[in-house]
Structure formats: C-alpha cells, structure tokens
C-alpha cells in the first residue's frame, strides 16, 4: 500500500497567498521523500481536490490523507470537502481516503501561533 497526502486549502485570486501552503508541501517533502504529497485548492487555484486526487491515485497511492489546511473546521470542510471525497471515492473505490481533522486544531499548530502572537512582544510588569 502506497501512501499518499493531499494537503487541502481554501485558494485565492492572489497567488502570494499561497506562499506557506507552499513552503509546507515542500518541508513535507523534505522530511517524508518517499511519501507521494500535492498541495490541492478548494477554488481560484489549481489543482483543484479532484485533480490533486487523481494525479495522486496515477501516482499508485492506494490510501490517502487529506489534511485540510484551515484554522478552524468551518462549513468548507464540514460540507464541502465531504463531497470532494465522495467524488474521489466514487472515481477509485479501491483507494482508502482519509480525512484528517483541520490542521488549526492540532496542538502543536495552535501552541505555534500563540509563540507568534507573543513573538517580540514585552510584556512590562
């Protein structure tokens, strides 16, 4: 079984915005070399959820994670992902795909924005 990732974000007009979306794909890349990961987009940018999905069965990823790259888990993850994922079910039903919970709600994510929130910060007593 060949694992594969989609990380999954918003998109928009501008495309400086997806800057971090890209430098995260590329440290996952870095890290996990041998792991099939694409960066997919909800709208205004490509690939699109469906497209990234395809390329990344063609890859022969026969399970797949997709991390949705949002802060919170708002009406784009609860109602539009889900039917992404049934489409992409319904297309490869022979691949396993997994959602993962919204990367906003990791521990580790939220315990890295609260450091930059008080980054530089002087806090007098």
Do not use: Y
């Amino acid at each position: 079984m060949k694992t594969g990732v989609l990380l999954f974000c918003h998109g928009a007009r501008d495309p400086n915005w997806a800057r971090p979306f890209e430098a995260v794909l590329a440290r996952v890349r870095e890290h996990s070399p041998d792991v099939a990961v694409s960066l997919a987009f909800l709208e205004f940018m490509t690939p699109g959820l469906l497209q990234a999905g395809h390329e990344i069965v063609a890859l022969g990823c026969t399970h797949v994670e997709v991390v949705p790259l949002f802060l919170g888990t708002g009406g784009h993850v609860r109602k539009d992902l889900p039917v992404l994922i049934d489409q992409l079910s319904q297309a490869h039903p022979q691949v396993s795909w997994k959602v993962r919970p919204s990367i906003g709600e990791a521990a580790g994510v939220i315990a890295a924005m609260a450091d930059a929130a008080l980054l530089g910060l002087s806090l007098k007593t």
